[in-house]
């Protein structure tokens, strides 16, 4: 049991500072802060996990987690950081539990447990709370090897079941990140050590090879799904931009000065930060030198293969497992971030640990010596995990201990200025911002946040040039177009709005729905003609758009021309989606029948929009009335008149004088006095009450009002005598 105290006290010492630590504005605000998620667990929350992928990644289980951690400690940062902590702890004392077992060197198993727990380059996948999909993922993954490893091993009967229930974990680590891409290769390399299942002498044993192989058929269907889910996620819209044209032996180049990079990283931890561009001012010989450099690595690894296997099957273990986020494949401009190195330092670990006890021991040196140097790196590692942990602490924290170890670093100097402007701290904001669009000319984001900040100055001119200039791979370009919107809407500037209306227009020519936004707009300011010019652009497009001509037909009633609009409420009809619709067009059109003196064709669009949708009560009151005041008395129908209006009583109350004025009218015209006095009476009383709010509450008017109560009055009177 030492073993396992020595690495939790090493965890917890490392990790001290975690439950002290905030969120930060890198991904938190979107792939953990998400409202839906911070409301724990519920129908919603479940379908989000399992259909959403707000930062191009599809994670469920990562996601129920999040969901787990606010039921148990809702916005408080430190109990999020602490279930990483606490995840990393189970894959650190498994690991060590899995090395001990298979190779029988608990001293070395120790020690590549308590490195890899406590060296710097985890705080970024530990203490980031976004990284949850880092450590969820390795649990899994160390799980599946586990029970993979107990499987190759084992015997009897409980063989079928550790298969078993290595696929679930695998299937479990792919449900928290899709890195399981490289489980197969990695079981093959398990396989040449620790497990010494494939052995030099078996190169040419083509029979033992390919039952190997066959072995890894599950894992490898589960690693193509993995990929598959990855790369139709991160094909979507990205919030850091690739290098452009990176030709695949630059690509190469990149990924081997990558693999170079994490190798220095290993030995000198020091100025770490979350982001780091490629260096694409770098000359092609060094990327050339960086790949001869890792094939020979590489090479001389695999020498080692007969007499030291676990140089071969570590330095694998290593290369590929970082492989698919090398940089080979660039899905963004993020070059050899921290914290892929999660996984694969296992591995690197591995070598250097069993690589130094054995040089150690071949040149006679003691092993107390050995735990002395462990000892020693152990507490420079604990120290500088402790303080890479603070840095953390914080946005602000954050991204100013990234400029100041990095230098000039456009998303340091974004995420920055974002910071400040959310803190009212304007002018810092905005001097990062430029600084960002200088460190990056063309980047889309700082000049869209700059846009949004010369906005909230009061130059909505200057907002809207820098939103154009943006671009269009913006991403959320709508998101900051609506802003922009909103503001110059509340300062009165629709004309600037009006502009960027037509930019998406011209930028979307035949979207509909656009369309109709815009005729929204229009309409909410008044511009009656633009707004039919929008609708007749939305049915250009589409003829049998329902919608488009529904409100095209009620803007022309507005403007005085019911007789052009009945062919397009006839139209609205014919093409409605759905019973709610067309019972909407049923009521409009019999609202252009009325004052087309078509009353008979009105009282039957009623009809039918009654049928259609019997609990719309604005209809049912209409028709109503109709029934009680039509101009044509053979129309006129009292009966038919208080049958429909009787349903109304519920919707009444004490307080909507518009349905009990019908409902009275229709009590009266057919001959129950007593009932139309007394809701006569009620409808003076809900008159009373609404005129003595000051102001008057939408939708009422008091000309409206006075009218209301002078038919009640009347009706009372008449009623009464």
């Not at 198993?109 to 949850?132: G, M």
């Not at 690693?223 to 032996?249: C, K, M, R, Y």
């Not at 296992?346 to 140097?373: E, F, Q």
Request: charged residues 20%.
């Amino acid at each position: 049991m030492v073993p396992y105290a020595i690495l939790v006290l090493a965890v917890a010492v490392a990790f001290h500072k975690a439950p002290f630590l905030g969120f930060v504005d890198y991904d938190d605000p979107v792939a953990v802060l998400d409202p839906v998620l911070r409301g724990g667990f519920s129908w919603e929350s479940i379908r989000f996990a399992f259909t959403e992928a707000p930062i191009n990644l599809w994670h469920p289980l990562t996601y129920l987690t999040h969901i787990l951690d606010f039921e148990l400690y809702g916005l408080w940062a430190g109990g999020h950081h602490l279930g990483n902590v606490l995840i990393h702890l189970a894959s650190v004392l498994l690991l060590f539990a899995w090395l001990r077992r298979h190779t029988g060197k608990n001293g070395l198993s120790l020690s590549v447990a308590l490195l890899f727990a406590i060296h710097p380059l985890r705080v970024e996948s530990v203490i980031w709370v976004t990284e949850r999909k880092d450590v969820l993922s390795l649990f899994f993954y160390l799980l599946t090897v586990w029970f993979y490893s107990a499987w190759a091993k084992g015997e009897g009967p409980r063989r079928r079941r550790d298969y078993c229930l290595a696929i679930v974990a695998a299937v479990l680590g792919i449900l928290s990140k899709p890195s399981l891409m490289t489980l197969p290769l990695v079981l093959l390399v398990v396989d040449l050590w620790p497990l010494e299942r494939i052995t030099w002498s078996d190169r040419r044993d083509g029979r033992l090879l390919w039952r190997r192989l066959v072995e890894k058929i599950p894992f490898a269907v589960l690693a193509l799904v993995a990929a598959v889910v990855a790369w139709s996620t991160w094909s979507g819209n990205q919030f850091i931009g690739e290098p452009a044209d990176l030709s695949l032996p630059l690509r190469a180049g990149f990924a081997s000065l990558a693999y170079l990079s994490y190798l220095a990283r290993t030995i000198w931890p020091m100025d770490l930060v979350p982001f780091r561009s490629y260096p694409l001012s770098l000359p092609g010989a060094a990327l050339v030198g960086a790949f001869v450099v890792m094939s020979g690595i590489t090479v001389l690894a695999l020498r080692r293969l007969r007499k030291s296997p676990w140089i071969a099957a570590g330095w694998l273990w290593f290369f590929v497992t970082i492989l698919p986020a090398s940089g080979l494949i660039t899905i963004s401009d993020h070059f050899a971030p921290d914290r892929y190195t999660y996984l694969a330092h296992v591995g690197l670990i591995v070598v250097v640990v069993w690589g130094l006890a054995n040089w150690g021991k071949s040149r006679g040196i003691t092993p107390l010596a050995g735990w002395l140097l462990v000892g020693g790196v152990s507490v420079a590692f604990s120290i500088l995990t402790i303080r890479q942990s603070l840095v953390w602490e914080g946005p602000e924290s954050l991204w100013r201990h990234t400029l100041a170890a990095g230098g000039s670093n456009y998303v340091a100097h974004n995420q920055l200025g974002l910071y400040l402007l959310h803190h009212d701290r304007t002018e810092e904001g905005v001097a990062e911002l430029e600084k960002a669009i200088a460190a990056k000319p063309g980047f889309p984001m700082p000049i869209a946040n700059l846009a949004l900040a010369r906005a909230k100055q009061g130059d909505l001119v200057e907002a809207i040039r820098l939103l154009r200039e943006a671009g269009p791979y913006l991403p959320r370009r709508e998101g900051f177009r609506d802003q922009l919107m909103a503001m110059a809407v509340a300062t009165g500037r629709r004309d600037l709005a009006a502009g960027l209306w037509n930019d998406i227009l011209a930028e979307h020519p035949g979207d509909v729905a656009k369309r109709l936004a815009a005729a929204e707009f229009a309409y909410q300011g008044g511009d009656l003609e633009g707004a039919a010019d929008h609708y007749r652009a939305a049915l250009g497009i589409d003829p049998k758009h329902a919608a488009a001509a529904l409100n095209l037909g009620a803007l022309l009633i507005k403007g005085g021309t019911p007789g052009d609009a009945i062919p397009l409420l006839e139209s609205s009809i014919t093409h409605a989606p759905d019973d709610s619709s067309a019972a909407d067009a049923h009521r409009t059109l019999a609202q252009a029948r009325l004052l087309t003196h078509e009353w008979g064709a009105a009282i039957e669009s009623y009809e039918k929009g009654l049928a259609l949708a019997p609990d719309r009560d604005l209809l049912r009151n209409e028709l109503a009335q109709l029934l009680l005041d039509c101009p044509e008395a053979t129309l006129r129908n009292p009966q038919r008149a208080l049958e429909i209006a009787e349903p109304l009583a519920k919707l009444a109350g004490p307080a909507n004088p518009r349905y009990l004025r019908t409902l009275a009218k229709a009590h009266a015209a057919g001959g129950k006095k007593e009932e139309a006095v007394t809701l006569a009476r009620r409808g003076l009383e809900a008159v009373a009450a609404i005129s003595a709010k000051d102001p008057l509450e939408k939708p009422w008017t008091k000309e409206e009002l006075d009218r209301l109560a002078r038919e009640f009055t009347a009706l009372a009177g008449e009623t009464a005598n």
